[in-house]
C-alpha cells in the first residue's frame, strides 16, 4: 500500500468501507489559515451519497471531526487530521463477495497481493468512500489557495455520448469555472446536463451503468509553477488524480487530439496583452514543459463505468477455482462522475498546493 | 527542477542539450545483474537521430559511457552512472532564442522559472536530447526485467488521422509485443506504416509537423504488483511518462473510449483457464485499482505534434516586450513520435523495476 | 512540519498535548500479520504517565483505539491508524505560556516559524506526549520484527553521574536484552536503579530535573541490511530517534569513546564460529558501512533533564519584548527518561522496519 | 544501495574508488547562483588525500569537471553534476581483499549484501574517496549559503586524548568559525594541533590509527529553520553526516554531557539584547525541537581510528570459510579526521541547504 501523496505537503489517508472510521492527516501546511468547516462541509456534500436519483440511497451524513493541526480555528503547524466515523454499514450485503471478485473492482488482484487477508467489505481501503478522505484535504487546500487567488473547478465533459461544450481555454473566467459545482448536475449547458442524466437513468433502469469525462481547469496559478521533469504539473496531478477509483485517462490541453493536429494547428502563438505576455491560444492547456504558462490549466479524466451493476456477471471463486455467476445486491451509483467531479477538484487542491509549497509559494 | 524518478529504484538525470554531457544515475539496482552494453546500445539507436527521413538530420553516436555502478560486468550495488559526451554542437542555430520563446515549447515559462537563468540553447535540460538518458536507465532495467519474465513493447498506435490496430489486449504474446521495435518504422500493420510515414512526409514538406500515439503493453507483470492508492501502476507510469517532452495524456485499457462504456459491457468476466484466474477480455488494460491483474498491461500515450516547425511563428520578445515574428531554423523531427516510442518503453520499463523493487521482487 | 517518517513503511503522526486526540497512520505493513492489541497495550503502559514518584502525576489511561488497517485482528494492506482520545486535559495550567516561551522547550522556535499561530498549550504537537503515537507504531512493529527473529530492547544506561553496566555487545542474549524492560525500573544492575532513583528523586525535590543515556540493542538482525550511504541504519535510526524530544546525541558501538582509540584496539576481528563469521569483538555495535554485520546492533541515545522545572527561570514576553520570570506550575517528570526508554524502543522498530520492508525482507 | 539524500534538494552520488570517475548530481539548486570553481577547488583540495605526514601518499588532482547545471557561470535550473576522472588507481594492492574482509571495514556485509558482486577493490562505493563527491556538492551550497550569511565552520576538537577549546557557543563570530579551515591543521588552540599531530604521528609510527571528534557550527540561521518532527535540524544533520564512512556518534550541544546535568543547569535563559531575543546561555547548541534558536548552531562528530592499519589482524576467507591473517598493504591515513573535517562542513551545507529550501528560503 502506498496510500500517501505528496512532497512538500504530505496527505497520509486511512480507513476501509465498514471500518471503524474513514479519514486523513495533511502534514506541512502552512501556519494561520483559517479552515471553514462550514465551507468544507458544504464541498464535502458535493460528494456525500444519497442526494440524487443517479446516486446510491446510502444517506450518510459524511460529517468530518479535526482532531489534530487546528488552534482558536487555524492552521497551527501541526498535521491536520479529520475523520469521519462510520454510522451506516451493511456488511451482510458484501458477505459473498469474500471468494468471488467483482468483475472490474479491485478485488481480485488485493486478494493476491495480500495473501487473503484484505478487507473484502465494501472494497474496504478501495472503497470509493475513502475518497471522502480526499475531499477533506483537498477541500482545505481548496480554501487556502484561494486566498492565494487559485481557483479550481470542474464540470462534466461527457457522459455515454452525450458532450458539454468544454471550458474556454482562453478567456475562462472565476464565474464560469465555478459555476457547474454550485449546480444540482454540474455541467455548462444545462440541456447537455437532462441529456446526461437521461443517459444514467436509462443505465440504472437496465442495472447496468455507464462512464464519462470530467474537465478540469485551474485559474491564477503562477507562471513557472512546476518542477519538471518528473515533478512537473502534468506527472504531479496525473499521480494524484489515479488515486481515484474508476479513472482511465487523463489529458491536457488538446489531450489525445493533439494527435491528430500539425504544429502550426497546435502551436499557441503569444501575443503582449496589457503588457504580459499571454497565448493566442491555450491548446497546451496552460502547461508547458511541466510548467505553468499562465493561461487557464485545464485538463480532462476519463471515469470507466462504475463496476457495480445489478445484472448477472460472470466470474470465479478464488476458494474453489470453479467459474460462478455473481450478482451484486447492494446498492450502487450507475454513474460515479457526478459525485466523482468533487473529488478530482480535491485531489488537484492537493497537487497543486504541494507544487505552491515545494516552489516556496505557500 | 525536480529531475528525480522513483522509490526504490532512483533515477537522476543530467544535462542540457549543448552542456558538457548529458546522462544519469540509477541507484537501487539489485546486484549481480549483467549489464549487456550492445544491447543497450542497440535500444539507444531506436531512439537516436539522423536515421530516416523524417527524424532530423544530427548524426550523432549516442555511445553511453558507464562511469559507475558495473564490476566485472555487473551491477555490483554502487548507482549506476553513465552519460554522453556531447560532440555535435551547433548553438549559433538559437541564438535568437534567448528573447523570442518558440511557441510550444517550455521556453516562457522556464526563463520566468528560473529568472532569466535558464539555458536557452536547444532548450537546454527541455531539450528532447534528455531522452537518450531515460534511454540508458531504460534499457538496464529492461534487460533487469526481461530476467524475470516481464517484457516491454509498443508500437505506433496513430500518426495524425492513420491508425495502427491495436495490441490484442487478451491474447498478446511476447512475439507480437517486441515486433514493432524490430521494425525501422515500429507499427503492427505495415500497410498502416507506410500511411503514416506519407503523413509524416506531407508535414515534413510543409515545414510543419504531426502528432500521434504511442501504445505500450507489458507482459508478465506479477498479479498485484502496483502500491495503491497513489503508488499504483497508473500513478507510477503516469508520472514518469509525463517526463518526455510531448506528452499530452496518457490513458488504461479503454481510457476515454471508457467514457461511453456501460459497466456490461467494460466488465471484464472472470474465467478459469488452466487452473488459473483469468479475464474473458481485458477492457482494464490489465490494471484494477492500481493493481496488475494479470492480464497484459496496456496502455496508450498521446503526443503532440512537434513544437519546432520551419513556419514563420507569431511570438513576443520578453525583453524589448514586443510581438516579433519568430523563425526556427534548426534541424528538427516532422514527428517525435517514432523516436519517442523507445523512450516510452523506457520510462514504463524504469517505473515497473521501482514498483518490483518495492514489492521486494527485484 | 514534518511529522512523517519513512521510506518503505511510512509514519505520519498527528496530535496536540491538549487536542481532541493523538495518534498516527503507518502505511505499507505487510499484509496479515496478527496486531495483539494486549501485548501492545502493556508495551504502551511502559510509558504512561502516573506509575512512579519520578513521572508526572498525570494518571491517563492512553489507550489507542484502532480506527483502520485490521480485518478479524490481522494487517489487512489497509494503513493502520490508531489514536488515543483526550480526556484529561488541564488547559489552565499553561495559559501564561503564550507569551513567555519557556527555557528549553521548543516554544520560542515555534512561535516564530509558526508566526504566532502554534498552539502553545502543553506544547501543542511538540509535548512529549505526541510519543505516545510513536509507541503504537512501534508497539506494532515490535511484533511483527518478533517474528522475524528481531528482538529490540533497552535499558537505563545513566543517570546524573550514575552508570548502569552495558549490555554485552559480543554475547548479548535476549533474555538479558528484554529483562530491563520487565522492571519498573529498566536497568541491568538493579543497585545502580536504585542509585540512579535516588538522583531522580533528590533533583525532584528540589524541583529540578536530571538527565540520562538509554542504551538499545537489537538481535537478529540479517547482515547485510541497511541502505547505505544516506539510507545505512545509523542514518535511518538517527533520524527516527531524533524525532524523540529532549535527544541531544546518539552513538553506535564504542561512540565517542571511540575518539581515543587505536585501530588495533577499535578494530573487530573475524573468527570463524559454527561455520558462521562472526567478530571476536563489537567495538562496531553491529554496523559497519551502515550495514548490520550480524553482531547485536548497539546504540546510545542521550537524553537532556526535563526542560519543565519548578524552579523560577529567566525568559522574556515575546509580546511585550520585555524580561521575564517565569515559574512552571504544570506536572512534570523530573527525568523523562525511564519513560522516553520505550519510546527508543518504539522508534528503533520503526526504523528496522522500514528497512527491512526496503531490502524486500517483510 | 540509498545513494541519494535530500527532500528540495536532492543529492545523488555515484563512484567506486577504483571505477572510471566519482561525482554526483545536485538537482534542486535555485537559478542564477554563481559557482565560483577556484573557491570549489580551494575547498576540495583541503580534503584532497598527499598534503601531510599523517595522510596517504596517494597524490591526486581531484578536479572535478561540470558537466551540467551551468550556464555562463551560473547554475540555470538543471541539475548540478561534476565528476573526478579516476587517474592513480592501484587495483592491484587490493586484489587479496576479495575474499578476507578487512576488520572494521564494509567489506563483509558488503559482500553479504551484494552477494558477491560489490567491487572491493579500495571498498569500492564505501571508499573514503568517494567523500570527494560530498565535497563538490557541499563546496557549491557553502558558496550558495554564505550569499544568504549562512557561515559553516569546523575544528578538530580531539585527537585520542588531546583535545582542543570547544567553539564559544554564545558569542561565536564568523572570524573565530572559520579560521580553524584556513589552518594546515584545522584548531583553534595550535599547541594543542600540535599536541594532536604527534599522536597521529605516533600512531603512524606504529603502524595503527587513531580516532577524533570534529565540532561544527553554523552561524546566521534564521529562527525556527527545521521541519520537526522527523525533518528536524539534528535529525536531517545526522542523516547526512552518517553517511560518511567512520562515524560513530553525533550530538548537539552539550550531547552526551547533558546526561549528567540538571535542567537549571542546562535550560537556557533567555534575555533580550539590541531588541531580539537571545540565550543566555546555549546548551542547546543552537536548536529547541528540531528549529533553529538563533544561537549558534554547534555539533560534534565522533570518527572511528582509521580501519585500516598496518599491522597484522585476524580475519577469515569467506570463500574458504577459514581464519587468516591478513596484513593490508596500500597507503592509508593514520587519521581521517583531518580530511573529513571539511566532508563535515560539506554533508551540513547539504542538509542545510535542503531544509531552506523546504522553507521557502532558498
Redesign the interface.
Known sequence: ?????G??I?L?????SH?????M?L??LP??ETVDLDVLQAFMERRAPGRNAWSTKRKEPDVP?????L?EG????????M?ILNQNQRSGDYANLNLI?R????D???S????????Y?GG???SGR?TAAFCMAGGVCLQILKRRGIEIGAHIL????VKDRSFDPVSLQKEELLSPGQKPFPVLLDEKGIAMQNVIES?RK?G??????VETAVLGLP??????????I???I???V??I?G??????????A???????????????QE?K?KG?TN???GV???????MPLIF?T????????S?E????S?SK???EKLVISGRHDPCIVPRALPVTEAMTAIAIADLM??????
Chains 1, 2, 3, 4 share one sequence.
Open positions: 500500500m502506498s496510500s500517501t501523496f512532497t512538500a504530505k497520509s489517508v486511512f480507513g476501509q471500518g471503524e472510521s474513514l479519514g492527516v502534514d506541512g501556519a494561520g471531526v479535526c482532531r489534530s493541526g488552534f487555524k492552521t497551527c503547524g501541526a498535521p491536520l487530521m475523520e471478485p468483475p472490474s473492482h479491485a481480485y488482484p488485493a493476491v497481493k495480500y495473501g487473503g487477508f484484505a478487507d467489505r474496504g481501503h478501495f475513502i461527457q457522459i455515454g455520448n443505465a437496465d447496468d451503468s455507464i462512464g464519462g469525462v507562471v513557472g509553477l512546476g518542477e519538471p521533469l518528473f515533478g512537473g502534468e506527472n504531479v496525473a499521480s494524484a489515479f488515486g477509483g479513472v482511465r485517462g487523463i489529458s491536457f490541453g488538446e489531450g489525445f493533439a494527435a491528430e493536429m500539425r504544429g502550426s494547428e497546435h502551436n499557441d502563438a503569444y501575443e503582449i503588457g505576455v493566442k491548446h497546451a492547456g508547458l514543459g511541466g510548467m505553468a504558462t499562465g480532462q476519463a471515469f470507466k463505468p462504475t463496476p457495480s451493476i445484472l456477471q460472470e466470474s470465479v478464488i477455482m470453479s467459474e509549497c515545494q516552489a516556496g509559494l505557500l
